[in-house]
């Protein structure tokens, strides 16, 4: 049966950030670059409701700095996704968890990322959701770890990847409405507290901010064009699109 298909799968990403980064010696203007690739074990428990696990390594190598730094990690993942249509904003849960342990002997660390959403109709063409995001690192981490690029969403009123930090964890609400056919109106607000340990996350920061999209479900996912405001009272245009990830061969 379906059920009880096994395959492997391979990915890789590469991603980049410039910008300024404060030193004992000042300011300085930084690239970092950061290559990670995976190779998995993945199991479908069950296709109703696209519910998965996977096992496998991780591999990442990151430089930005005199040295480039790599370092294996060993990783499990599990997804649920019970959306009427994962491609699109549409009634429905998902349930995306990764824990991570990374072995190496001088930075034997640990890390979970989640990724959770749920939206259901409230009445009518409204519907109402709640999402949560997050990022998590403990143990003899590199200095230069953060969570900058966390999951597959942001904060209304900020650049996607501008604000480096540590640990994160985030969440929002949001409502829609139906204009006609595919085309609808979305309202969000959403923030995360952000901090650099453990030990500091009291003294972590909020950063939260609220947006109006119009948007519309297309093949491929979901395009949104809007402005954002966030709490520091900047204003932002955004375009984004597409959809949300899901494990499995053409998922």
């Known amino acids: 049966t379906r059920e009880r298909e096994r395959y492997l799968s391979l990915s890789g990403s590469i991603s980049q950030i410039k910008g300024w980064e404060n030193t004992n010696n000042g300011n300085h203007y930084r690239t970092w670059t950061d290559h990670s690739?995976?190779?998995?074990?993945?199991?479908p428990l069950s296709w109703f409701g696209m519910m998965e696990i996977s096992a496998g390594i991780q591999g990442r190598d990151?430089?930005?700095?005199?040295?480039?730094?790599s370092f294996p990690v060993l990783a499990v993942s599990f997804l649920t996704d019970t959306r009427e249509d994962p491609t699109a904003e549409s009634p429905g849960s998902r349930f995306y968890i990764n824990a991570g342990w990374c072995p190496a002997a001088d930075h034997t660390f640990n890390s979970l990322t989640w990724d959770l959403a749920s939206r259901e109709h409230i009445t009518g063409d409204?519907?109402?959701?709640?999402?949560?995001?997050?990022?998590?690192?403990?143990?003899?981490v590199y200095p230069w770890q953060h969570s900058r690029l966390t999951a597959s969403r942001g904060i209304p009123g900020y650049r996607w990847n501008s604000l480096p930090t540590r640990e994160r964890i985030g969440g929002g609400i949001s409502i829609s409405r139906t204009v006609t056919g595919p085309f609808f109106l979305e309202s969000e607000t959403a923030g995360s507290w952000d901090f650099s340990?453990?030990?500091?996350?009291?003294?972590?920061?909020?950063?939260?901010g609220t947006s109006l999209k119009f948007s519309v479900n297309i093949p491929g996912g979901t395009a949104s064009l809007g402005p954002e405001w966030n709490d520091r009272g900047d204003e932002r245009w955004s375009f984004t699109y597409g959809s949300d990830y899901s494990f499995g061969p053409g998922r």
């Open 197 to 208: 340990g453990f030990p500091e996350f009291g003294s972590g920061r909020l950063n939260w």
């Open 37 to 43: 690739g995976t190779l998995a074990f993945e199991r």
């Open 126 to 140: 409204i519907l109402g959701g709640i999402h949560s995001w997050g990022s998590l690192l403990w143990g003899e």
């Open 62 to 69: 990151y430089a930005g700095s005199n040295l480039t730094q």
